[in-house]
């Protein structure tokens, strides 16, 4: 048993992410949701307003997990409604996505029987459709997160009349004030956004296009462009979904490269939940202007 008390357990992170960002009592319903749940350890709660979105980190055993996520995801359908929603990340419901990630001795087969389960509970109790997506999936096509949220909310009517998009749990139908939700399971990647000394939403959007994978840049990275209205900030915001082939530093570089050319600079970076702590090796804070960083942000310091 180590000192934290978790020892050498099958644990189990989830990261749910919800369709509110702006209203803290909202954003409080649903820590306390997770942490009336006994045997679950909170690691970290973000809200972002531009964004409109919260995501909360969480571990503990698979049971006690899922526990805690089906209580959350029912307080979010409470207080959540999608007809009054709106923000500059992609989304198609409440409870947009909620992914399982292996630690300590559990494996992906571990992540994914948790996300099956809780994917046809979730949708059963609520009657909301869901999509399992990454090494959950069960159809190829629907691997890639991306293209579940293809089109966001607002396709979701018009995606479930194509068969080879109906929901993979719950019902065939599209409820405004719900959504759908993406459930799945996959390895442990960082939510890295970096925000520009500029406002120009523009200038973001082309250097995320020329850094993410799918647009023939930077392996293992996913970026789009968003404009933060309440900073008057442009932002590239990535996922980094394997750090070890692209890292924090190369991503960081790059992005510099490109706002140097057109004349600005990086503000500051930022980390939304957690990263490995192998994930900063030879880099410091400072070399990434990472804002509001401790040792609290690396996953390792919680078991």
């Known amino acids: 048993m180590t000192a934290n008390g978790w020892g050498q357990l099958k644990i189990i992170e989830c990261v749910p992410n919800f369709s509110e960002g702006k209203d ?21 709660f973000c809200m972002d307003e531009d964004h409109h979105r919260s995501v909360l980190t969480f571990i503990g055993s698979p049971g006690a997990v899922k526990e805690a996520c089906l209580a959350a995801c029912r307080k979010a359908l409470e207080i959540i409604d999608m007809c009054k929603h709106a923000g500059v990340h992609p989304r198609i419901g ?8 292996p630690l300590g001795d ?9 996300a099956h389960e809780f994917g046809h509970e979730f949708s059963q109790q609520s009657q909301v459709p869901v999509y399992f997506y990454g090494e959950a999936a069960l159809a190829p096509w629907k691997k890639e997160l991306s293209h579940i949220r293809k089109g966001g909310y607002e396709a979701l009517r018009e995606r479930f009349q194509d068969p080879k998009w109906r929901p993979d749990a719950g019902p065939n139908l ?27 939403l523009l200038l973001a959007q082309n250097i995320a296009r020329m850094i993410r994978h799918s647009s023939g840049g930077l392996p293992h990275v996913k970026a789009i462009g968003v404009f933060l209205k309440s900073r008057r900030l442009a932002q590239v ?14 991503v960081f570089d790059r992005v510099q490269k490109e706002a140097s050319r057109h004349g600005t600079d990086i503000l500051e970076s930022e980390l939304i939940g957690l990263l490995p702590k192998a994930a900063l090796a030879d880099i410091t804070v400072d070399d990434l202007k990472l804002r509001d960083f401790s040792d609290t942000k690396i996953l390792e310091s919680h078991f």
């Open 24 to 44: 803290r009592e909202k954003g409080q319903a649903l820590v306390d949701a997770v942490t009336a749940v006994k045997k679950i350890k909170l690691l970290d």
């Open 94 to 101: 409440a409870v947009d996505v909620v992914p399982f990630i």
């Open 106 to 114: 559990a494996d992906m087969s571990d992540a994914v029987r948790i």
């Open 174 to 200: 599209f409820n405004e004030c719900t959504g759908a939700t993406a459930v799945g399971a996959r390895v442990p990647l960082i939510a890295f956004n970096i925000n520009l000394k500029s406002d120009k």
């Open 237 to 250: 915001s990535m996922n980094l979904t394997d750090y070890r082939v692209t890292s924090l530093l190369t």
